[in-house]
């Protein structure tokens, strides 16, 4: 057993000094995980209500493109900030407000009002008018926002991409179609 | 010249690299292995080299901003003498080291150079290629073009699939609620930074290995490669066979190094930079997102896959793939190294390479999207309505209105989403028409909602008349027995 180390004086220093800094280094990073992950928000942080302005732009029966600045721009975000929606007057005061991000992997679809069809150029996907899933690869219906008529505008809850993660949010009203 | 040698002898006094340098380059290799097939490995470093030179050039005028991106690239293309032409060089740098990346590893698999004892020079080299085509990824979003925002969201789409931490992993990725600046910002961190960082590492590791290790001899069969008689094998065959490195396995490295960086140049300056193509504005919707060559293969993968397999697949497949490719080495890290004697391996790796061939071939045509303008710019050929009755012109007409002609192709031209309509009529009857106009399926919309009786009447006759010449239209067998018996005398 001479080959085992002894623990002497100089060892223990050695000990105690990567123990201190580990212990700095420690109080100094767990912090910053903090920073890293800052952009980790609850979804109703990623939320406002935000004016898509007169509701007479929007003529009933028609579905119309949209489009808004994000509430939570930044200066360095440039034309990025802008964001298109689809809106459809239904009737009266009952209109769908769809996301212009396709179900399936995000991409824009194209309202085609002749064959009413939404189509994604992507891989295909199509929903009907009122949002259902009509075909191709997605696997439910167009995301929507909420909406609300506030003084003749018209009003989304926005500010977040829609994705899959959050259709507790999204996906109120329809279920989705497991076409 | 005395001066000269003092000159050096001051430094290497003090550096003292002479010695690992010189047992480094004159090491003896196995003498078949100065071959041709042995120079991928050291083209793949000249090209990261000439990524990270370019790279720095480019960082000159580049602007890491999500409003000013897109104009600083638009300036290094047509303001800056030879801006485009790095820009060029770069992007073919880029598309040229994931090929040769690519080919390096087909040679070692098939060389069965990743056996014993080099398993973690090929573990490694697994990562590289994953940092290279990570490297891949982040540049085209440096390109912040349309399609750099629109793969952004695919990523992010793919992310929220994810269960449970899907949509905290979406807010990392884009660095905030949607694609923006600070999405941007954290892709250049990646590009610049954190992955060329670890890929340097992990190469000049890759490389010690390499050297410290030995270059994999030439694969004879029969010759098996055992734990405990391996290394003894191999010192023997370069003592007795073998060439030192420099210069007689170098040269040739060293030619087609030069090659390459050629090549680059050449492609370079014919085809010129990629993009960018339109800005990155989002509300520009009239546009069609497509990935860069390398990832078009997992682009036609994800438009294949049924709704219900999809999250699945993208999430767990991959996962599977990069295991398989970690534990290669471990599981068959003995045996034969020669292909003759490695069927299974060499069936694999070909039926990989057409996969991926066939893949990437497809993305390049995507016949699963719709073509959105085909129903106003592809017109019906005008032999199908030249002798036709006003109700089928009227179909005819419905059909390019309704944008049947988005998926469906006449004559050629129109989308391939759905099946070609030149001879429907000799594979469907009238019932079956309408039925599937009405109430789609496989996969086709149903237009029951959309029709006015009229228009579907219209649509169909026009329908029934798309048959090849001289071919009889599909019939209703059951029908036909139904009116053979009415029309029967009743006993």
């Known amino acids: 057993m001479s080959e085992k180390k002894q623990v002497t004086r100089r060892t223990v220093l050695m000990a105690i000094g990567f123990a201190f800094n580990a212990v700095v280094g420690a109080a100094i990073a767990i912090p910053v995980i903090g920073y890293v992950l800052s952009p980790i928000k609850k979804k109703s942080a990623y939320l406002k209500w935000i004016s898509l302005g007169a509701l007479d732009q929007f003529p009933e029966g028609q579905t119309r493109l949209a489009t808004f600045v994000n509430p939570f721009e930044q200066p360095q975000d440039g034309e990025t900030a802008k964001t298109p929606c689809w809106v459809r007057h239904v009737s009266g005061d009952t209109f769908q407000v769809f996301a212009i991000n396709c179900a399936h992997l995000g991409c824009p679809v194209r309202w085609f009002p002749q064959s009413e069809l939404f189509m994604c150029p992507c891989h295909g996907g199509v929903y009907y008018a009122d949002g259902e899933r009509a075909s191709g690869p997605p696997e439910r219906g167009l995301f929507t926002y909420n909406y609300k008529i506030v003084k003749g505008e018209l009003h989304i809850n926005a500010g977040q991409m829609p994705t899959l993660a959050d259709q507790a949010m999204l996906g109120k009203g329809k279920s989705p179609c497991l076409g | ?491």
């Open chain 2, 1 to 491: 010249m005395p001066r000269l040698k003092r000159l050096y002898n001051w430094f290497e006094m003090r550096l003292q690299l002479e010695g690992p340098v010189k047992e480094a380059v004159l090491h003896p290799v196995p003498k078949k292995t100065a071959s041709w097939f042995y120079v991928f490995g050291s083209a793949a470093t000249t090209l990261l080299a000439l990524q990270i030179i370019t790279g720095i050039f480019l960082a000159l005028i580049y602007v890491p901003s999500g409003s000013d991106a897109w104009r600083s690239l638009d300036q290094l293309n047509h303001q800056l003498y030879l801006g485009w032409f790095l820009r060029a060089m770069h992007g073919w740098g880029s598309n040229f080291m994931v090929a040769v990346v690519l080919v390096h590893m087909v040679q070692v698999f098939t060389f069965g150079a990743y056996k014993f004892p080099r398993e973690l020079t090929w573990i490694l080299g697994v990562f590289m290629l994953l940092m290279t085509l990570g490297m891949a990824f982040t540049g085209q979003v440096l390109r912040f073009d349309q399609d750099a925002y629109w793969g952004l969201g695919i990523g992010a789409s793919i992310m929220s699939r994810v269960p449970l931490i899907g949509g905290p992993l979406v807010d990392l990725l884009l660095g905030g609620p949607i694609i923006a600046g600070a999405t941007l910002s954290r892709f250049f961190a990646l590009h610049v930074f954190v992955i060329p960082g670890i890929l340097l590492l992990f190469t000049a590791t890759h490389i010690w290995m390499v050297v410290k290790l030995g270059v994999n001899e030439w694969p004879m069969p029969g010759r098996i490669v055992r734990r405990s008689t391996y290394l003894q094998e191999y010192h023997e065959l370069t003592k007795k066979d073998g060439l030192p490195f420099l210069p007689d396995a170098l040269w040739k490295d060293l030619f087609f190094s030069a090659a390459i960086l050629a090549a680059v140049a050449v492609c370079a300056v014919v085809f010129g930079p990629f993009g960018p193509g339109g800005q990155p504005d989002p509300t520009i919707i009239q546009t069609n997102p497509r990935p860069d060559f390398f990832f078009l293969w997992i682009f036609s993968i994800l438009s294949y896959l049924p709704p219900s397999l999809e999250t699945p697949f993208v999430l767990i497949v991959p996962i599977i793939g990069i295991c398989i490719l970690l534990a290669l080495p471990l599981v068959a890290g003995e045996g034969e190294k020669s292909w003759h004697r490695r069927p299974v391996a060499i069936l694999v790796l070909v039926t990989v390479a057409v996969s991926f061939g066939v893949f990437t071939h497809l993305g390049t045509r995507t016949p699963w999207s719709p073509h959105m303008d085909a129903w106003s710019s592809n017109p019906v050929p005008p032999r199908l309505i030249h002798d036709a009755s006003p109700l089928v012109r009227q179909g005819a007409v419905v059909f390019q209105a309704k944008q049947c002609r988005n998926c469906h192709s006449i004559g050629g031209t129109g989308g391939e989403r759905g099946p070609a309509l030149d001879d429907v009529a000799t594979r469907m009857t009238e019932d079956q028409l309408i039925r599937q106009v009405l109430q789609g399926g496989g996969n086709m919309p149903a237009y029951g909602k959309n029709l006015s009786p009229p228009e579907v009447t219209a649509l169909v006759r026009f329908l029934e008349t798309l048959k090849p010449a001289g071919q009889q239209p599909a019939v209703d067998a059951s029908q036909q027995e139904q009116k053979a018996l009415a029309s029967q005398p009743q006993p």
